[in-house]
């Protein structure tokens, strides 16, 4: 990359803090990346009234607007189910590549094999950057990372969209300060976005899911002493626990950091699965086979809670699981933080 | 297609009971269709007297003696781990492709997108048929299977290769003479080949392997009143878990039947990681959250025994597991298709 991105963040019709993961994430942890987010449902507004962070980051309501704030690459930041590009995207893509802005996506659909782009990308000098692209060289796991010195930590969850990947971006800066030599292994298309390195564990072929994250946890562990591991999906997910399966037996973590919302009760878009009691589904992730993993600590996830009733929601966490509980987003992560680099201290001794 | 494949089977150095899936499922159930096997290691011998079966099929030692047998298609008939195309079969398929043969593979390459075959295969007419080549529209899954009628019945195992797919093709005459109407549900590239239709769920985009599942039993469905869904994989592989996980959660089975092999004790490729006790792990497998389903009969792989070992081993697994058991294979499998129409009986009483 020659220039750092500059993003107008495509997120029409769905920027809130529940469905715009991409680009919430994007504001949260590089919001200087970010020139304007595209919703024109919502336009005139600014990030921090949507999400209650990202400042004047404005919310404008067409490209022609969002291009006065100069940005230099469009950022799909909104993640259809499935994956699959809306068509009502199309003109906009080729827009913005005619203005020669690079095309970042996390789609399934991968934009740079499409021909009509390429060829707009071209004429214009522009880039795709399709951060789902799996690696060609893949190969099947094979249990590897039992070789590893490092400790593996998993971030698991009841669903999807829950903290996964927030939970452990969060912890990385107090584990550094503890003095650990910290990895972290993004394995989703906006993890991969945030870190600049990575493989969607979702995208690539099936066979080769366990592959794909023993190769990030071996390339991740060589400089580190703690590998966090982001998490997908959820075990009891109908549409997606292959994938979350795959990633437990090719990363085989040490540990679980058990990522959670108070108030969601069912699995999001297939409401007939209940999500069991928090207690009852950490004991069933520590005997999920292969290399059993306890859960050491909880993430919870309660930006749809007030104060109160957030920080009532930890003390019950804790009190119910008997495990250190925290919010790492609303409160401190050190309840986490602390139960890693005890868990670490106790496995290196 | 115009003619009836006649294939020549590609199982160089590999054509043995354990190795050559995909060979020795077609000599089995369409022996008609192969005209011969190459294996030079193996060159003289019929197929009757490496696999037990397949009577006078000749055994060949190259590609121009393999054409004397008038075969007009080539199937790739062994399947390395990984699926990759090993470089010394290149020069094999461009010359049956420059023949006019046409080329059958279960390979994770698909042989058909290679610029090189594409451009002989158009020359001489020959046409590529990639028996893993994903449909183009999958979907997530949905847990739509939950509102199907007919009875969902899933071949589950303790590892990959162990008897999956033939339990399940064993099963259909018996219940079939008993007036049911069977459906098999293939999801691996050799039930494909047999059935004639399918999907490999193993060579899908990872976040679609369960909605390849679920669209796999519907349509299965709609002329059934039982499915049988070939599995994959099994719920301990360090290499294929997620596509086990991904297809129990797309398929929705209402009950299981548990494919073993006695004398493994070990994943193969994967020592490390011992196979638990049959007892222990069938009842791991009733345990799998989502809908969970009862293990109703035991198909044993009793290949490597003799006739008093196998049927000893029978009478363990009944009595260890106080299941009915049989080897499908070896012996009548009327105690799986028995159990398979009581369960269905009950269920639509």
Redesign the interface.
Known sequence: MTDAPRFLVLAEGSFNPLRSKTANACIRYSPARVAAVLDSTQRGKTAQQILGLGGAIPVVGSVDEGLAHRPNALLIGIAP???QLPPEWRAIILRVLDDGLDVWSGL?TLLGDDPEFAAHAAASGARMHDLRRPPRDL?????RV?DVAATVVLTVGTDCNIGKMTAALQLLDGLRAKGHRVAFAGTGQTGILIDGKGIA???????F???AAERLVLDAARDADIVLVEGQGS?????????????L??SLPHAQVMCTQPSRTAIR??E??PI?PLREFIA?HE?V??RPAPVIAVALNTYDLDDAAAAAAVRATQQDTGLPATDPVRFDPAPVVDAIDAFHRARSR
């Open positions: 189910q499935g994956g399934h190969d099947v796991a094979r249990g039992r564990v979702d995208a690539v072929v099936a066979d899911i366990a592959g075990i009891i997910h109908p549409s997606y626990s292959g994938v979350t399966y795959g990633l037996h090719g878009n297939n007939w699965m069991p069933l005997r086979p292969l």
